[in-house]
T-cell receptor, first 112, second 111 residues
Framework: GESVGLHLPTLSVQEGDNSIINCAYS??????FIWYKQESGKGPQFIID?????DKRQGQRVTVLLNKTVKHLSLQIAATQPGDSAVYFC???????????FGQGTELSVKP | DTAVSQTPKYLVTQMGNDKSIKCEQN?????MYWYKQDSKKFLKIMFS???????INETVPNRFSPKSPDKAHLNLHINSLELGDSAVYFC??????????FGQGTRLTVV
């Protein structure tokens, strides 16, 4: 089946701390994973992606980790800033049917 | 230039009416999508088109009819609007099996 779950609906962190947002998926055949950021009143914005032939990928202040054994991925944000406050979604591309399925989202709040 | 643009941004209408939302992408992508986002922020895929051909219809009521006149456009027509159709509708585009780019959304309110 196809489902993408998120471990926490909300996450509150202090400015400057690191944030970790987790996601679980169900289909072991998935080979492409994406993290999106959605600010209030806007559409989801692509942050970083990873394919199944990798277990880690880094961007600017963000790192995505993929553990295919337990079907889990995470987004790490270093030195979290107030501008990082948003809802974060993991999305999984299912080759069968060619569709992008979103998790439920985690709302990240950054306290100054 | 906006990569994925959808109009209108806001739409308030009465139950029973028919309305359309338009979407255009200038990224040259082959695949376009419609997603519905409910009040709990859950993003659910509705339709996917690849080169004007429907490839995904996720058990959406047949009151919703997408139309793709060319691969840069995917419009959504909704007949006989119901209260439960109130949501934010997002259009997106991608090259197949790569990250999708989203429009700003259309907030539909049915009264």
């Amino acid at each position: 089946g196809e489902s993408v779950g998120l471990h926490l609906p909300t996450l509150s962190v202090q400015e400057g701390d690191n944030s970790i947002i987790n996601c679980a998926y169900s289909n072991s055949a998935s080979d492409y994973f994406i993290w999106y950021k959605q600010e209030s009143g806007k559409g989801p914005q692509f942050i970083i992606d990873i394919r199944s032939n990798m277990d880690k990928r880094q961007g600017q202040r963000v790192t995505v980790l993929l553990n295919k054994t337990v079907k889990h991925l995470s987004l790490q944000i270093a030195a979290t800033q107030p501008g990082d406050s948003a809802v974060y979604f993991c999305a999984v591309f299912y080759n069968q049917g060619g569709k992008l399925i979103f998790g439920q989202g985690t709302e990240l709040s950054v306290k100054p | 230039d906006t990569a994925v643009s959808q109009t209108p941004k806001y739409l308030v209408t009465q139950m029973g009416n028919d309305k359309s939302i338009k979407c255009e992408q200038n990224l040259g992508h082959d695949t376009m999508y419609w997603y519905k986002q409910d009040s709990k922020k859950f993003l659910k895929i509705m339709f996917s088109y690849n080169n004007k051909e429907l490839i995904i219809n996720e058990t959406v009521p047949n009151r919703f009819s997408p139309k793709s006149p060319d691969k840069a456009h995917l419009n959504l027509h909704i007949n006989s609007l119901e209260l439960g159709d109130s949501a934010v509708y997002f259009c997106a585009s991608s090259q197949r099996d790569s990250g999708a780019f989203f429009g700003q959304g259309t907030r539909l309110t049915v009264v």
